[in-house]
C-alpha cells in the first residue's frame, strides 16, 4: 500500500467547515483513496473513498488532486460530534488483497 | 449501532484461561478480518478470511487461533495470553467481489483486558 501522510492533530470551530489534507505522493494509478474516522471507544466508521474524482456523500466531500499525489477530506459544517482520530487509507487493488492498512491518523478536535 | 456485532463488549482473563471473541455480520460480505488496537495507536491488521478460508495471517502468535464456521460468523480464540495483549480486538466486514472499491464495515471492538 502506498504511504500517507496526514498532520497529527487539528482544532477547527463547531459550525466551521474542516479541511482535512493528506499527502499520498508514491499512490499508484489503481488505488484508491479512502478516509475513515474512529470516535472514543467505538471502532472506525468509513466515510467516504475515491479513485479519480471528486467525490461528495452525506458526510462529507473528498476532494483528489490531479495529480493524485494528495486529496483533502471537507466536513462541510464540523459539530462536536465529529471530533475523532480521522485516517485516510490508499488502498491496494492487487487481486486477493482486501486488507486495509492504517496509518497513524489526524486527531481533530471540534471546538465550541 | 453498527451492523457488524462484536461480543462481548468487554473481557477480563488470565493468563491459563481460554476464551472466545465473536463477531456476526448480515450483509452477505464474503471477505472478514481481525484488528488488533492498542492504546491511542491505529488499528493493525492480525487476520482476513475470504470465502470461509485464512487468506492472510499477518504472523500473529499462535495463541490467537482464529476460525470462520460459516459466513456471517467470525471468532477469536485465545488461549496463554500475555498482559501485552491487552487491547482493543475489531472485527471487520467486506464485500470480496470489486474489493478494493467496498469498504470495510467495523463493529465496536471488545476490549481484552489480560490479567
Known amino acids: 500500500d502506498a504511504k500517507t501522510t496526514q498532520p497529527p492533530s487539528m482544532d477547527c470551530a463547531e459550525g466551521r467547515a474542516a479541511n482535512l489534507p493528506c499527502n499520498h505522493s508514491?499512490?499508484?494509478?489503481?488505488?484508491?483513496v479512502y478516509w475513515y474516522r474512529q470516535i472514543h471507544s467505538q471502532g472506525p466508521q468509513y466515510i467516504i473513498h475515491?479513485?479519480?474524482n471528486n467525490e461528495t456523500n452525506e458526510m462529507a466531500s473528498l476532494i483528489i488532486t490531479e495529480d493524485r499525489k494528495s486529496s483533502t477530506l471537507i466536513l462541510p459544517h464540523a459539530t462536536l460530534r465529529d471530533t475523532a482520530v480521522y485516517y485516510c487509507?490508499?488502498?491496494?487493488?492487487?487481486?486477493?488483497?482486501?486488507?486495509?492498512?492504517f496509518g497513524a491518523g489526524t486527531t481533530v478536535t471540534v471546538r465550541a | 449501532d453498527t451492523e457488524v456485532t462484536q461480543t462481548p463488549k468487554h473481557l477480563v482473563m488470565g493468563m491459563t484461561n481460554k476464551k472466545s471473541l465473536k463477531c456476526e455480520q448480515h450483509m452477505g460480505h464474503r471477505a472478514m478480518y481481525w484488528y488488533k488496537q492498542k492504546a491511542k495507536k491505529p488499528p493493525e491488521l492480525m487476520f482476513v478470511?475470504?470465502?470461509?478460508?485464512?487468506?492472510i495471517n499477518e504472523s500473529v502468535p499462535s495463541r490467537f487461533s482464529p476460525e470462520c464456521p460459516n459466513s456471517s460468523l467470525l471468532n477469536l480464540h485465545l488461549h496463554a495470553l500475555q498482559p501485552e495483549d491487552s487491547a482493543l480486538y475489531l472485527c471487520?466486514?467486506?464485500?470480496?467481489?470489486?474489493?478494493?472499491?467496498?469498504?470495510?464495515?467495523f463493529g465496536n471492538g471488545t476490549r481484552l483486558t489480560v490479567t
Open positions: 471487520a466486514s467486506s464485500q470480496i467481489r470489486d474489493s478494493y472499491n467496498s469498504p470495510l464495515h
Open positions: 475515491g479513485l479519480k
Open positions: 508514491t499512490i499508484s494509478g489503481n488505488e484508491y
Open positions: 478470511y475470504s470465502y470461509e478460508k485464512l487468506s
Open positions: 487509507i490508499v488502498r491496494a487493488t492487487a487481486t486477493n488483497d482486501y486488507k486495509l492498512s
